[in-house]
C-alpha cells in the first residue's frame, strides 16, 4: 500500500515562513496539499501534476506559496511564506495514482491516498 508522510509543520509567527515536505512510497499521478482548521471543512491549498509540473493554488496562497517535487525521491514539498494567522491547520498531503483531473486539482475527491498531516501554526 502507498503511503504518504509528512514533515515540517510548526510553529511561526506571522510573516513567517515554513516549507512542508511530503514523502511518498510510490508513484502518484497528482499529489496536493490541503489543509483543515478547527470547526472548518478541509480546503485545497495547493496542487501538481506530476508528469509535466503543472501546479495549481487556492485563491488565498498564490504569491506567497509554492508547490514543488523530486521526482527522483517520490516528494512534494510546500513553501509557505509571509504566513498568516488564517493559515493555521493541520496540512494534509494527498495523491492519486490514476492521471486526469476528474474532480479538481483543489477537490479532495480527487484524490485517494492521505497522509497523516502535520500541524501548522501562524501567530500574530
Known amino acids: 500500500q502507498v503511503q504518504l508522510v509528512e514533515s515540517g509543520g510548526g510553529s511561526v509567527q506571522a510573516g513567517g515562513s515554513l516549507r512542508l515536505s511530503c514523502a511518498a512510497s510510490g508513484y502518484f499521478w497528482s499529489m496536493g496539499w490541503f489543509r483543515q482548521a478547527p470547526g472548518k471543512e478541509r480546503e485545497g491549498v495547493a496542487a501538481?501534476?506530476?508528469?509535466?509540473?503543472?501546479?495549481f493554488y487556492a485563491d488565498s496562497v498564490k504569491g506567497r506559496f509554492t508547490i514543488s517535487q523530486d521526482k527522483s525521491k517520490n516528494t512534494v514539498f510546500l513553501q509557505m511564506n509571509s504566513l498568516k494567522p488564517d493559515d493555521t491547520g493541520m496540512y494534509y498531503c494527498?495523491?492519486?495514482?490514476?492521471?486526469?483531473?476528474?474532480?479538481?486539482?483543489?477537490?479532495?475527491?480527487?484524490?485517494?491516498?492521505w497522509g497523516q498531516g502535520t500541524q501548522v501554526t501562524v501567530s500574530s
Open positions: 501538481i501534476d506530476t508528469s509535466d509540473s503543472s501546479t
Open positions: 494527498a495523491g492519486q495514482t490514476y492521471g486526469g483531473w476528474y474532480a479538481g486539482p483543489l477537490s479532495p475527491r480527487q484524490y485517494v491516498n
